[in-house]
């Protein structure tokens, strides 16, 4: 177990002036219409993220609609949130703090559920090394771990899958949209930092280093700024799975912050990528490719990319 704490954290309040800021922001009115007709109402951390990485993902993802089945981990991680949602749900609404027993009997109650539910979609694709059967394992260790090393670190929960939405602008047609795993109150006394905590399951955690620059935590940390209700940090709260470099399942509590700076570095960071979108869009229309990830990065392979196949900048037409 380990714990990274940040720096700092930046004062408290600047909602009205941080407001301010995003108003003088270069931002487009709307985004590009998608393969339904309906224009994008929102742009995500995850959709940022897909679009820094790949434009030409981004397009089939978001315009085209061409889906796929989830990953294995992006299943069994989905299931560990659910559980830890659950748990922390029913403090919230008054019952005691449930067991572990409690919580492995609900993993087993949604694992089963999701997974019929996505065979009656698309389904999963599992991996070579995560079948259903050593995900539904990894998911049960990872929740006792992440119960009895990470939960008493986290703090008192007061919001649990809140949704959180803010535009960069007034007008404009499109918002930010986040979805925060958990909002806590860590520490006692006159000073407690009010948190945001994200839930990770992973092959390769994020180090402190990566957690200072990550656009999730940034775009969430800048939303709560906007409201004029900021957090003094974003925990990372990691569960790294075995692995050929890793022979026991890990866990940490990875602490970031942002400087007023940084939150208005990040708010124009997604104003310049929906700038670009949107240019994309009036030069290439939805139909032609927009730009390739780099093939030496690990985004542009068969593994990480469900486009490569069809993709002329992947596999090749």
């Avoid at 998911?139 to 535009?167: D, I, K, N, S, W």
Wanted: hydrophobic letters at 40%.
């Amino acid at each position: 177990m380990s714990t990274l704490t940040a720096a700092t954290p930046p004062p408290p309040g600047g909602g009205p002036a941080a407001a301010a800021l995003a108003a003088r922001i270069p931002v487009p009115l709307r985004l590009p219409l998608r393969y339904d007709g309906e224009p994008l109402r929102h742009l995500s951390p995850s959709s940022y993220n897909r679009f820094m990485l790949c434009p030409e993902d981004w397009r089939r993802h978001y315009l085209l609609g061409q889906r796929f089945a989830a990953t294995g981990a992006m299943f069994l991680g989905g299931r560990v949130d659910d559980t830890l949602s659950l748990y922390y749900r029913h403090m919230l609404n008054g019952g005691e703090p449930m067991s572990l027993d409690r919580l492995r009997d609900a993993y087993r109650d949604r694992w089963t559920a999701e997974l019929a539910a996505e065979s009656n979609q698309r389904g999963i694709d599992w991996e070579a090394d995560l079948d259903e059967q050593c995900g539904f394992k990894l998911g049960l260790a990872a929740l006792e771990l992440t119960f009895t090393e990470l939960v008493p670190q986290l703090g008192r929960p007061v919001a649990v899958q809140r949704r959180l939405e803010y535009a960069l602008a007034p007008g404009i047609e499109w918002t930010v949209l986040c979805f925060l795993d958990l909002e806590t109150i860590r520490g006692s006394g006159e000073h407690p930092l009010p948190a945001v905590v994200d839930y990770k399951v992973k092959s390769t955690p994020l180090t402190r280093a990566k957690a200072d620059n990550d656009p999730q935590a940034g775009l969430y940390l800048a939303g709560r700024w906007l409201q004029g209700d900021p957090a003094s940090e974003f925990c990372f709260a990691q569960i790294a799975k075995p692995g050929p470099r890793r022979k026991q399942m890990s866990a940490s509590l990875v602490a970031t912050t942002r400087t007023h700076g940084q939150l208005r570095g990040v708010l124009a960071r997604i104003a310049q990528a929906a700038s670009q979108i949107v240019a994309c869009y009036e030069r290439f229309g939805p139909d032609r490719p927009w730009g390739f990830a780099d093939p030496a990065g690990w985004k542009c392979s068969q593994r990480y990319c469900s486009h490569h196949a069809r993709c002329p900048g992947g596999a090749g037409v």
